[in-house]
């Protein structure tokens, strides 16, 4: 327990007083006790609405008469007659994926089975961890889409139907009581949107007290999401994840005669500046950029949420500075051959940084259209050896100083000490310069520069504060190999 004291200070101090508070009270008395609402509820009148995009490629549901076959995450699980709602083998986030139930939107997954399984859930799982804040709120948009989008459902009986809408209106004041101001950033924004979309969903007096949270989720639009569209916790991932989330909402605030003043405007402003950011992150191969918890196939592709955006007609808002997010931390420097995207900051945000990696001045590289240098991401959120190895610096394409980390990572999404990053210099298309003191090396700085002209790509390394023992790694994209050409 003492090995943990320093960590767990250097960490805590960074908290926000509120969040402080919600984490005391949190380890004091977690609970996942769920509200009832006993109250007939009816959906909204809504306008016809823009089609909801399909969910991830990670996703999937379908029937083989011997078993119900779910796709999460890239690992497939078969489950005999009904799905065991408390399935854990596959770890925390499968089974918060579970609960979600973004895989019935899936194509492959018949309106008559979507609808037996929700029912089976709100039969079966009356109380546990898809009772969580986090899974409840994914479920709310998950479920709501279904029940906007025509034949998506096929309810057994009208008494079906009555009791979908009353489970999810529980489940929309169950979260609304229970709001994950402990844990901030991309939790709390889903949230609050999901708390919303409920509110615009349904109508009657909860729906009109669930709707006063836009207030706060307008709130957080602006303290979440940097004036650079990028999102604060600099995961390309969560990033394009919360901006399907802002876009589904857009939808269907748009349709409704109920959002509340400006809403639709903020709503909008927010995804412009979300798609410019996105672009930045995006490989000439159409997929995006690995650096922290990231990975290709969770998140819908940068192409399918352009194409949402302009049906909604949502403007792409490049960066103010070309090819630079000077909040989000990263830079792009492209030419006909290179295309290269560099980290340029810390982790963040100060408050929340449990997606960040050590990955200061380190880059992701494709020649000629096709990845060379990639970053590791994340492969599972499970404590032990591949969560170590993923956030390690060793992992990215920078440098490992004296054997020692950038930052103090510790447990799955913890981090105590932080690196000291600065931008230094940043020559639009030409040149990019930044710095990176590690928390547990003060004084030594690494200093790196990239450089692109005439065809030619140059990253300089430079170390300031004596001499110490470096290894520099050189992640490259899967199916290529290094090979020595000339020299001894």
């Not at 009109?208 to 999102?231: F, I, K, T």
């Not at 922290?292 to 302009?310: C, E, F, W």
């Not at 940043?426 to 520069?449: I, K, M, N, Q, Y």
């Amino acid at each position: 327990m003492s090995a943990r004291i320093g960590p767990l200070i250097r960490t805590a101090r960074h908290l926000r007083p509120a969040q402080a508070l919600a984490q005391l009270r949190h380890a004091i008395a977690p609970g996942r006790r769920s509200v009832r609402i006993d109250v007939p509820q009816s959906l909204s009148a809504l306008s016809p609405g823009v089609a909801f995009l399909p969910p991830g490629r990670h996703a999937g549901c379908h029937d083989t008469n011997a078993e119900i076959v779910i796709d999460l995450l890239n690992r497939r699980v078969g489950f005999r007659e009904r799905v065991d709602w408390s399935y854990t083998r596959e770890g925390a986030l499968w089974a918060y994926h579970l609960h979600q139930f973004d895989h019935l939107r899936s194509a492959d997954c018949s309106p008559a089975l979507r609808s037996a399984l929700i029912a089976d859930w709100i039969d079966r799982h009356r109380d546990g961890i898809g009772w969580d804040p986090h899974p409840i709120s994914h479920r709310i948009l998950s479920w709501g889409k279904l029940l906007l989008t025509p034949g998506a459902l096929a309810p057994a009986s009208p008494a079906d139907a009555a009791e979908l809408r009353g489970s999810l209106a529980s489940q929309i004041e169950t979260l609304s009581r229970r709001l994950e101001v402990r844990l901030q950033a991309n939790h709390l924004f889903t949230n609050l949107l999901a708390v919303v979309f409920g509110g615009l969903l349904f109508e009657g007096r909860h729906a009109d007290n669930w709707l006063r949270a836009s207030d706060a989720l307008r709130a957080e639009l602006r303290d979440q999401v940097h004036p650079d569209g990028a999102h604060e916790e600099r995961s390309p991932m969560y990033h394009a994840l919360l901006l399907e989330q802002v876009l589904d909402l857009l939808n269907l605030a748009r349709a409704s005669s109920r959002a509340p003043g400006s809403l639709v405007d903020d709503l909008r402003d927010t995804a412009s500046r979300m798609c410019g950011a996105l672009d930045l992150w995006t490989h000439p191969d159409g997929e995006i950029a690995l650096f922290s918890d990231a990975a290709l196939g969770v998140a819908a592709k940068p192409a399918d949420l352009a194409d949402y955006a302009t049906a909604l007609s949502v403007p792409v808002l490049a960066p103010e500075q070309p090819d630079r997010l000077p909040y989000g931390g990263y830079v792009r420097l492209v030419d006909e051959s290179f295309h290269l995207i560099a980290s340029v900051a810390g982790p963040a945000p100060a408050h929340q940084p449990g997606h960040a990696h050590c990955d200061a001045l380190a880059f992701e590289l494709s020649v000629g259209g096709e990845r060379m240098v990639t970053d590791t991401g994340v492969f599972e959120y499970l404590p032990g050896p591949r969560r170590e190895r993923a956030r390690a610096t060793r992992s990215h394409a920078t440098l490992e100083i004296d054997g020692t980390e950038q930052a103090e990572v510790w447990a799955p999404h913890r981090v105590g000490g932080r690196p000291t990053v600065r931008m230094l210099d940043f020559a639009p298309g030409l040149a990019c310069e930044a710095s990176c003191e590690g928390w547990a090396t003060p004084g030594v700085v690494h200093r790196r520069r990239f450089e692109l002209e005439g065809g030619t790509l140059c990253i300089h390394d430079r170390l300031e504060g004596g001499p110490r023992p470096v290894r520099m790694s050189l992640p490259l994209a899967p199916g290529l190999a290094p090979r020595f050409v000339g020299g001894d």
